[in-house]
Nanobody, 124 residues
Framework: QVQLVESGGGLVQAGGSLTLSCAAS????????MGWFRQAPGKEREFVAA????????KYADSVKGRFTISRDNAKITVYLQMNSLKPEDTAVYYC?????????????????WGQGTQVTVSS
């Protein structure tokens, strides 16, 4: 059974940084692309960032480009989201997910396993 466990969320002031981690188990991690999504209260879940199975290709939402960095360590079976210059509008529950293919995509429907989420709150 595939399990994804996020960690690293918390409360931070605007302009601060956080690094989220997502530990995976139950499938050959290095074969699949990984993604981060987020959902703010009263809003739909939205794409944040994705990384290909090899780590060579990345894709970001325009709202986080230049501030967030996605990376992965296939040996540690973990994907990371480094978040810098955080803004109050980044406040959300952040979810990691594993894709059904090795390729980068922002389409949520192509991600077949999801973590339980970790809360990120950015105060102004």
């Amino acid at each position: 059974q595939v399990q994804l466990v996020e960690s690293g969320g918390g409360l931070v002031q605007a302009g601060g940084s956080l690094t989220l981690s997502c530990a995976a188990s139950g499938r050959t991690f290095s074969n699949y692309a990984m993604g981060w999504f987020r959902q703010a209260p009263g809003k739909e879940r939205e794409f944040v960032a994705a990384i290909s199975s090899s780590g060579k290709f990345r894709k970001y939402a325009d709202s986080v480009k230049g501030r967030f960095t996605i990376s992965r360590d296939n040996a540690k079976i973990t994907v990371y989201l480094q978040m810098n210059s955080l803004k109050p509008e980044d406040t959300a529950v952040y979810y990691c997910a594993t894709n059904s293919s090795p390729y980068v995509t922002s389409a949520a429907a192509t991600y077949n396993y999801w973590g339980q989420g970790t809360q990120v709150t950015v105060s102004s």
